[in-house]
């Protein structure tokens, strides 16, 4: 039956994917096209490219309410489309990127008008317009400025000159105090070029605390969100992304310090001064780079570093996969999805002195193994406002979890969801494929329904997972014993028949240190169950258990988050520390009702304690998964039980009996001798007692 539907579902998929080819071959031909108000651009296949100029108003153009500027990017010279070409309006702070087609859109208010606009791709030379000259729809064509190495004096040793000063000047070239940038993020799936299984769409705002240090943490926001599976295939699509969203953190390569940009890590990769262009009379270097011993399995490709202030402006980067399913074939059957090639573009935009990312463009691939299908995954992100002023951390419970799935917390599709945001524009094929399938009357109608929102076996189990965190460390527990030489003995004084006294040597013990195990269960961002162990390693035996509930919140709001957690439950402890061995005469004594055999007995006293514990703690988030904590804690005892231990020390050590008699007992005798001078004093309460306050030190770790 699995067979018959896996067939039934491959032939529908072929059908849709011969659908959509069929349909758009019969748009391939199509005549002009008005790409502006100002201008027909005509194509043909077989026409030769034109060296073509941005077509302006012949008069600046005053426009009175809030419009939308939009358009295309191409080459001037081929006159093809140019992706991913940053856009600006510096003095308003308002970015966006075209789209793979070109396509772009900004959405302005009236008194923009009055500013200028500029693109921007690497190696062509920047284009700034006024934008009263801009027509609302415009092609904008940009200049390509590739020269050869030789045309400028370098030698290719510099190449470690460049890339060391490029590092040592990220913190003059890339903002120093808190920022806070909105952007729009896509993520989409397909099965071809032309075929789109679905796609989630988000506005974020993306808090990074600082560019200076070598360890920088940011924090990411989804302020709004909408999805879709496309219909009729969603059944096939059981791949979702996690911690997407993140990628504008996680692959700022300067904000991260990616390995290949660190002078530490140089022997490990091999450089080429390639080359450059020029860009309004600045130089742009052009670097190659890979991995000298895994160039396949680690990212290669190239860095952009602007020659004047040697701020790096842009990556290419590649990481090769599995390219054929004949290769996937020789993998272990239990591989669910083989990863194919996975290429990233990543571009930076300058806003005063200081350079912000501006865009990602990440694609990959990979073979579904149980399907047999070749899935395609592309994340674009694009920065649309930049704030630098009265900048404050993303509060903890409105921050988007390295493990959350934007597909479960997106809202369905609205056609005019996007009204007020700028974003990075569909790709046509994308656009066109719900009218190819349906048509243009129901397009919408379908789009609206809700598909696949289902979490899989594996996803519910992931996510419940993912609210566990374990710890491990030390504790340090307070504790007093008194030293000295004891005398001790049971049903007869020991001090009368010993002349003159010998006793047990015993030293004075005043701390010990557990290792301590723990874990947590989280029941939202605020509360959380938790319990832990702790073993003593030195001072004493001690075994200490403890459940409750905890509360979190966030201190000093900052890149790197500083928790303050609380907590309280019930808390049951042992500790016993040994006092040495003690002679009996006769080789046997009855101790608390119970027979011991032996001529000597081991001696140990201890304290059992049941109560309540309350904790206080400071925990450090120093990673994606992992933060440090410090920890104290106060046991409040409702019942305790202080002893004195008398065991066996001849035979089998799991038969050797053993007998507990309280302190209390009248036929218990301790006496000692605490300065060793002779001076018995006999002792009628404990000599041995653990505090009520101990510190926990380690490290939280989570899936």
């Keep these: 039956m699995p067979g018959t539907i896996s067939t039934i579902m491959n032939k529908r998929l072929h059908f849709l994917v011969a659908l959509i080819l069929t349909t758009a071959a019969t748009t391939v031909c199509m005549a002009e096209v008005a790409l502006t108000d100002t201008t027909v651009v005509a194509k043909t296949e077989t026409a030769k490219p034109v060296v073509r100029t941005t077509s302006l108003l012949s008069s600046p153009l005053i426009r009175e309410e809030a419009f939308t500027l939009s358009g295309q990017t191409r080459d001037a010279e081929t006159g093809i489309s140019s992706p991913y070409v940053s856009i600006r309006i510096e003095r308003l702070g308002l970015f966006t990127v075209s789209n793979e087609d070109g396509k772009w859109s900004l959405k302005l208010p009236s008194s923009a008008t009055n500013e200028d606009i500029s693109f921007k791709y690497l190696g062509y030379t920047t284009q700034t317009l006024h934008i009263s000259l801009l027509p609302n729809s415009s092609v904008i064509y940009l200049k390509p400025s590739s020269v050869e190495l030789t045309e400028v004096v370098v030698s290719p040793e510099k190449k470690f000159e460049i890339l060391r000063s490029a590092w040592n000047s990220i913190a003059k070239n890339y903002p120093?105090?808190?920022?806070?940038?909105?952007?729009?993020?896509?993520?989409?799936?397909?099965?071809?070029?032309?075929?789109f299984l679905y796609f989630n769409e988000a506005i974020l705002n993306v808090f990074?605390?600082?560019?200076?240090?070598?360890?920088?943490?940011?924090?990411?926001?989804?302020?709004?969100?909408?999805?879709?599976?496309?219909?009729?295939?969603?059944?096939?699509?059981?791949?979702?992304?996690?911690?997407?969203?993140?990628?504008?953190?996680?692959l700022d390569i300067v904000f991260s310090r990616w390995d290949f940009i660190k002078p530490s890590e140089f022997k490990n990769w091999s450089y080429d001064l390639e080359g450059g262009y020029y860009d309004n009379g600045r130089f742009i270097y052009t670097i190659a780079f890979k991995h000298k011993e895994n160039p396949m399995s680690n990212f290669q490709g190239h860095l952009f570093i602007d020659g004047d202030n040697y701020a790096y402006i842009g990556f290419e980067l590649k990481r090769f996969g599995l390219a054929s399913f004949?290769?996937?074939?020789?993998?272990?059957?239990?591989?669910?999805?083989?990863?194919?090639?996975?290429?990233i573009d990543i571009g930076y935009v300058e806003k005063g002195d200081r350079y912000f990312l501006s865009h990602i463009n990440y694609k990959t691939n990979g073979i579904n193994m149980s399907s047999q299908v070749r899935v395609f995954k592309d994340i674009e992100y694009v920065t649309t406002s930049i704030r630098t002023d009265s900048v404050s951390p993303i509060p903890y419970d409105?921050?988007?979890?390295?493990?959350?799935?934007?597909?479960?917390?997106?809202?369905?599709?609205?056609?005019?969801?996007?009204?007020?945001?700028?974003?990075?524009?569909?790709?046509?094929?994308?656009?066109?494929?719900?009218?190819?399938?349906?048509?243009?009357?129901?397009?919408?109608?379908?789009?609206?329904?809700?598909?696949?929102?289902?979490?899989?076996?594996?996803?519910?189990?992931?996510?419940?997972?993912k609210r566990f965190t374990f710890e491990g460390g030390l504790s340090y527990h307070p504790l007093q014993s008194k030293g000295g030489r004891y005398v001790i003995g049971y049903g007869a004084d020991p001090q009368a028949s010993i002349t003159p006294p010998t006793g047990i040597q015993v030293k004075s013990v005043s701390f010990g240190i557990s290792t301590t195990d723990g874990i947590r269960f989280s029941l939202n961002k605020n509360w959380?169950?938790?319990?832990?162990?702790?073993?003593?390693?030195?001072?004493?035996?001690?075994?200490?258990?403890?459940?409750?509930?905890?509360?979190?919140?966030?201190?000093?709001?900052?890149?790197?988050?500083i928790f303050l957690d609380l907590g309280v439950g019930p808390d049951f402890s042992t500790s016993r520390l040994r006092l040495g061995s003690m002679d009996v005469p006769g080789g046997s004594l009855t101790i608390g009702g119970k027979k011991l055999d032996g001529s000597v007995l081991s001696v140990s006293t201890g304290q059992n304690t049941i109560g309540a514990i309350g904790k206080i703690g400071l925990a450090v988030r120093m990673g994606k998964q992992y933060e440090l904590f410090a920890e104290g804690n106060y046991q409040l005892s409702l019942l305790k039980e202080r002893y004195v231990q008398f065991k066996e020390k001849n035979g089998f050590f799991l038969t050797r009996s053993t007998s507990k008699v309280d302190w209390n007992d009248s036929n218990l005798y301790v006496w000692l001798d605490e300065r060793n001078q002779g001076?018995?004093?006999?002792?009628?309460?404990?000599?041995f007692n653990v505090e009520p306050c101990y510190i926990r030190l380690g490290v939280r770790s989570g899936f």
């Design 176 to 195: 120093v105090k808190p920022t806070l940038t909105q952007g729009f993020y896509r993520e989409t799936q397909r099965v071809n070029d032309s075929l």
């Design 208 to 250: 990074k605390n600082t560019y200076r240090n070598s360890q920088n943490f940011g924090q990411i926001e989804v302020t709004r969100s909408r999805k879709n599976v496309f219909p009729g295939i969603d059944s096939i699509n059981d791949v979702r992304f996690y911690g997407g969203p993140h990628f504008p953190n996680e």
């Design 326 to 343: 004949n290769e996937a074939e020789d993998l272990s059957s239990e591989e669910n999805y083989v990863s194919g090639t996975t290429t």
């Design 398 to 465: 409105r921050q988007f979890d390295y493990t959350d799935i934007l597909s479960i917390k997106a809202d369905n599709y609205d056609n005019s969801f996007w009204k007020d945001y700028n974003i990075l524009q569909e790709s046509q094929v994308q656009a066109k494929q719900t009218q190819l399938l349906y048509g243009q009357e129901t397009a919408i109608k379908q789009l609206a329904k809700v598909y696949n929102t289902e979490l899989t076996e594996q996803e519910k189990v992931l996510l419940f997972l």
């Design 528 to 561: 959380s169950l938790f319990g832990s162990l702790s073993t003593a390693l030195y001072g004493l035996d001690q075994l200490q258990s403890s459940l409750g509930i905890n509360f979190r919140t966030p201190l000093f709001p900052s890149g790197r988050w």
């Design 679 to 687: 001076n018995l004093v006999r002792m009628t309460s404990p000599t």
